[in-house]
């Protein structure tokens, strides 16, 4: 039979051992759960709509709402599995043998005592074993749904009943929803927040484990007990019936007796392993059966007495059975009723129910639908509630004439979407009529938007209207001009309409050709933007020359910010691709080319700079040179070589003209492996010079067994394509024995092949 301790085993599942076998254990779940029936929970949802007529009462559509399901305390054949594999970790059946055994031998012994034998029998104890799971012993209980007490939610419910008692214990449970409960329940669902709490009060069959509970009162004590019964006799009514018993205060009598020391509790645990926990449990329940043994003496002692009797006598008859009361015993071979109440909310119960079969388990009824046809147009505003222009609300008046409605809504930032539904018209031509105000912060009057007309979804798209956003930026070119033609600061005056209108203004920006973010024009002018804005950009060269452009015009788009680049000053540029005419190794990461062209006569100059890298995958880049007048196109350049062990600078390169300037590198390609460094020698020193045109180029490579079996990569910036020839010296480190030094050796082309003097 079930007994003491419990053991926690796997999540909620709480296992209760037997008192005599110990591979015998009772599995109790503390936490309902939903039942389920193969993947599919045992559940049924269905809610219906309103009439949409206009005329009912409900929440978001739906009128009310019906719920049924099931719960239980079954432990699936799985859990049972890895029930038995914990405990069996946990070495619970060794205890629970070894406890056991203990225990027998005592009560062995004590009887062959009784008996004058010397010889103690050999318990029978099951040997360790397979895990075998009984069933509890249930002997009443009762089920509740945890549920508002007040409140609109719930119309009705079956609130709770007794408990099955058998199996899993399962409860069926129906609930009834009013319009905001199904609401509620019905979008609880769709998001995954479901919940349904539930409260098991059981109790089952349990041996005491090896310990003794005495429960008892002195006879000695009998004045203070009388004085205690006359006062507690004489505040009842002096009725004739049975519930006589039942308003004498037997729980005060007792718990008097307990505090007094009359009363006299006592629980030895002796060799059990029981929590404290359960000990007060005990000792809460050995109180209780004190008072219904008082009250069952009182009982016993009325019947048969006349009414006369028990006003005269009830009071000495109390005296005389609670004095007699002596004892009351209990030992490890008595069986109590045990309390269990296992309670929760049962969340996320369609977590892993796919979409299709949570269809089968909620459904919605209509009450619109196959009847008459009804109308739902979605209504949705875009507005910028919390940035330029700052709308506040839109109200938003549609017109439906085949049916003789209208009505009106108004959003915000809280609500920006609605439906309209409303019976379909027998002849319906299925066209809306709508128009829209829109109000912005700070102003009174609302932006009136023309009517549309829609047989559909009513979408009114403010966006930024009324809001006028341009970037204006520097043409690209400027920032590369020097000289006395440099621009230093660029003027843009805008005039937005004739002074007469009530939006008109003027206003002007300021930058210089650095800031290549420009500046913003930003204007609020909560009304439709119904004509183009004028703007006359101004230059202000370093010489103090003002060049004023002729004066040009923009139209906005509706909701969109637009970038408006100044125009050049100049007349034209020449446009210069820039390629790499090799492909070169990893060891060279970047070039950086720099033009410059010059117009002595004019005191004009205008610069600029490219990159090609490596990373880009040596991609051909532009570069753009401003010109004063088109028939002066002489530029030079000249470039960097930034690598590996790498930094080297050409000299200028003259040129003209637009044109693709493939950068005249000379890439020499060193092959070292006849030095037979790491074998002869130990390291060496490359040393290479490159001379043109006072052009001196300069470049070292230190050689060990680590870089000299593979060919190493020499880049030459040159300024032209003709001179690739090059001088080279080096230096070299045998293992032992001075160092060789050899110079003025000669070379010339892509490859050189560097031998050993010695060989």
């Not at 069996?88 to 004590?110: F, S, T, Y």
């Not at 939610?153 to 099955?164: D, E, F, K, M, N």
């Not at 209208?406 to 439906?419: A, C, I, M, R, V």
């Amino acid at each position: 039979m079930t007994t003491l301790p419990q053991i926690s085993v796997l999540d909620d599942i709480i296992a209760y051992p037997d008192d005599e076998n110990p591979n015998m254990f009772y599995l109790a779940r503390s936490t309902p759960q939903i039942r389920m029936d193969g993947d599919m929970p045992v559940f049924n949802g269905l809610f219906w709509t309103d009439k949409a007529n206009g005329t009912d009462t409900s929440t978001s559509g739906l009128a009310g709402g019906y719920i049924n399901f099931d719960i239980n305390l079954g432990i699936s054949e799985e859990e049972k599995t890895k029930v038995a594999q914990k405990l069996k970790q946990m070495k619970i059946q060794e205890q629970r043998r070894h406890d056991i055994v203990k225990l027998e031998k005592e009560r062995l012994g004590l009887i062959a005592r009784a008996k004058g034998q010397d010889t103690i029998p050999t318990p029978d104890v099951p040997e360790v074993g397979e895990i075998v799971f009984g069933a509890l012993e249930y002997t009443e209980g009762t089920v509740t749904l945890l549920e508002e007490k007040e409140g609109g939610l719930v119309s009705w419910s079956s609130a709770g009943g007794p408990a099955s008692l058998i199996g899993d214990n399962n409860a069926a449970f129906a609930i009834r929803l009013s319009a905001d409960g199904a609401a509620v329940w019905y979008k609880a669902l769709e998001q995954g927040d479901k919940a349904i709490s539930a409260r098991y009060d059981l109790k089952v069959k349990l041996r005491l484990p090896s310990l003794e509970i005495r429960a008892w009162a002195g006879s000695h004590q009998e004045s203070t007990i009388e004085r205690k019964v006359d006062r507690v006799w004489k505040n009842q009514d002096q009725g004739c019936s049975d519930a006589d018993v039942e308003r004498i205060d037997v729980s005060s009598v007792v718990e008097t007796m307990t505090e007094e020391g009359l009363m006299n509790i006592e629980i030895n645990k002796g060799s059990t392993k029981i929590s404290d926990e359960h000990v007060n449990q005990l000792r809460t329940m050995a109180i209780k059966l004190i008072e219904e043994k008082v009250k069952e003496i009182i009982k016993s002692r009325i019947h048969g007495m006349t009414e006369e009797e028990r006003k005269s006598s009830m009071i000495e008859l109390m005296k005389e059975e609670v004095k007699s009361f002596v004892e009351l015993r209990f030992t490890q071979r008595d069986v109590v009723e045990w309390p269990m109440s296992p309670q929760a909310t049962i969340m996320n119960f369609l977590e892993d129910v796919s979409e299709e079969n949570k269809k089968n388990v909620t459904k919605i009824v209509d009450l619109a639908d196959d009847i008459v046809g009804t109308v739902e147009i979605p209504i949705q505003v875009n507005a910028a509630w919390e940035e330029a222009p700052y709308v506040s609300s839109v109200k938003v008046t549609a017109q439906y004439d085949s049916a003789n409605k209208s009505k009106s809504w108004l959003f915000d930032k809280t609500k920006s979407k609605d439906k309209w539904l409303f019976r379909r018209p027998k002849q319906d031509d299925a066209v809306v009529k709508y128009t829209s105000e829109v109000y912005f912060k700070g102003v009174s009057e609302p932006l009136r938007i023309p009517t549309k007309e829609t047989n559909g979804l009513i979408n009114v798209e403010v966006g930024k209207i009324g809001l006028m956003v341009a970037n204006f930026k520097p043409h690209t070119t400027l920032s590369s001009l020097s000289g006395d033609n440099k621009i230093t600061g660029i003027q843009v005056d805008v005039n937005y309409k004739t002074p007469d209108a009530p939006e008109h203004f003027k206003t002007s920006l300021l930058f210089t050709p650095e800031e290549i973010d420009g500046k913003k024009l930003e204007r609020a002018l909560y009304t439709n933007i119904d004509a183009p804005i004028e703007y006359t950009v101004k230059y202000f060269s370093k010489n103090g020359k003002v060049i004023e452009m002729p004066k040009q015009k923009f139209y906005f788009s509706q909701n969109q910010s637009e970038d408006i680049f100044t125009p050049n000053p100049y007349e034209d540029t020449l446009d210069l691709d820039v390629e790499l005419g090799m492909s070169p190794d990893q060891s060279l990461k970047k070039i950086i080319v720099e033009f410059q062209y010059e117009d002595t006569e004019s005191q004009f100059t205008s610069e600029d700079k490219v990159e090609l890298s490596a990373e880009d995958d040596w991609e051909s880049v532009t570069a753009k040179l401003v010109q004063l007048h088109k028939d002066k196109q002489d530029f030079k350049y000249r470039y960097k070589l930034i690598g590996d062990n790498l930094f080297s600078k050409s000299g200028w390169v003259n040129s003209s003209g637009d044109q693709t300037v493939i950068l005249p590198i000379l890439q020499v390609k060193i092959d070292v492996s006849r030095l037979k460094i790491g074998e002869k020698y130990q390291n060496a020193v490359l040393e290479l010079t490159y001379e043109h045109e006072n052009q001196n180029i300069n470049h070292q490579f230190f050689l060990s067994s680590d870089n000299a079996s593979q060919p190493i990569n020499w880049f030459i910036p040159r300024i032209d394509d003709h001179h690739d020839s090059y001088s080279y010296a080096m230096t070299l480190y045998p293992e032992q024995g001075d160092e060789i030094t050899v110079s003025n050796l000669e070379g010339k082309g892509k490859f050189l092949i560097i031998k050993d003097v010695n060989s």
